[in-house]
């Protein structure tokens, strides 16, 4: 079936370095996209979203890039943080939001 | 404060009790939200409300699960005979938009996380 899913399960990242996530999505009809963080013992946090008629957004620190004929989206994090240590997931909105499985960002100091 | 709030934030049941968890929306918003998260996993959809209606429960597991929110504001989901796979954190989220674009735009709780033993 159609679903969500992400390339890697965990990232991990030198202070001050980009990071890059990656997700993967296989239905076509999906207008709109979020990526969310999720700190331990939180719920998801909203990041950034794009549409479908997008391919770039940029935000404070971060930009998701979608490419459809691919089928992929990715947050890019800019000089990454401590604080941006997390789990994040992209979702996908068409009748139903489906989160991927998450990717977890661990920043080395 | 201002966000949604859920509770208890933990909780241990034994094979077969039921349990019932609470949330508390951001005031004012139309729609609410259940997910179950399991762990590693994103979380999954379980049921949606519009106001006092409850438009989707087609993500409820089984008929073990039960959802309401009689007053359009404070929702219980409600867990009977609960099973070990049943273990995961519930998540509660809400939104002022409704419909399909309440989806885009959701506040979500810390969770519930339920351990069955």
């Known amino acids: 079936g159609e679903s969500v899913g992400l390339h890697l399960p965990t990232l991990s990242v030198q202070e001050g370095d980009n990071s890059i996530i990656n997700c993967a999505y296989s239905?076509?009809?999906?207008?709109?996209f979020i990526w969310y963080k999720q700190e331990s013992g939180k719920g998801p946090q909203f990041i950034i979203d794009?549409?479908?008629?997008?391919d770039k957004r940029q935000g404070q620190r971060v930009t998701v890039l979608l490419n459809k004929t691919v089928k992929h989206l990715s947050l890019q994090i800019a000089a990454t943080q401590p604080g941006d240590s997390a789990v994040y997931f992209c979702?996908?909105?068409?009748?139903?939001?489906?989160f991927g499985a998450g990717t977890r960002l661990t920043v080395k100091p | 404060g201002a966000g949604v709030s859920q509770s208890p934030r933990y909780k241990v049941a034994k094979r077969g009790q039921d349990v019932a968890l609470r949330c508390d929306p951001i005031?004012?918003?139309?729609?609410l939200f259940w997910y179950q998260q399991a762990l590693g996993q994103g979380p999954e959809f379980l049921t949606y409300?519009?106001?006092?209606?409850?438009?989707?429960k087609s993500g409820l597991p089984s008929d073990r699960f039960f959802a309401e929110r009689p007053e359009g504001s404070v929702s219980t989901l409600k867990i009977q005979r609960t099973q070990q796979e049943d273990s995961a954190v519930y998540l509660c989220?809400?939104?002022?938009?409704?419909?399909?674009?309440?989806?885009?735009?959701?506040?979500f709780g810390a969770g519930t996380r339920l351990s069955v033993l």
């Open positions: 979702a996908e909105n068409h009748n139903d939001m489906r």
């Open positions: 239905n076509s009809a999906s207008d709109y």
């Open positions: 989220a809400s939104s002022p938009r409704q419909g399909r674009l309440a989806k885009n735009i959701q506040y």
């Open positions: 005031s004012g918003h139309v729609s």
């Open positions: 794009i549409r479908s008629n997008m």
């Open positions: 409300f519009q106001n006092e209606a409850q438009l989707d």
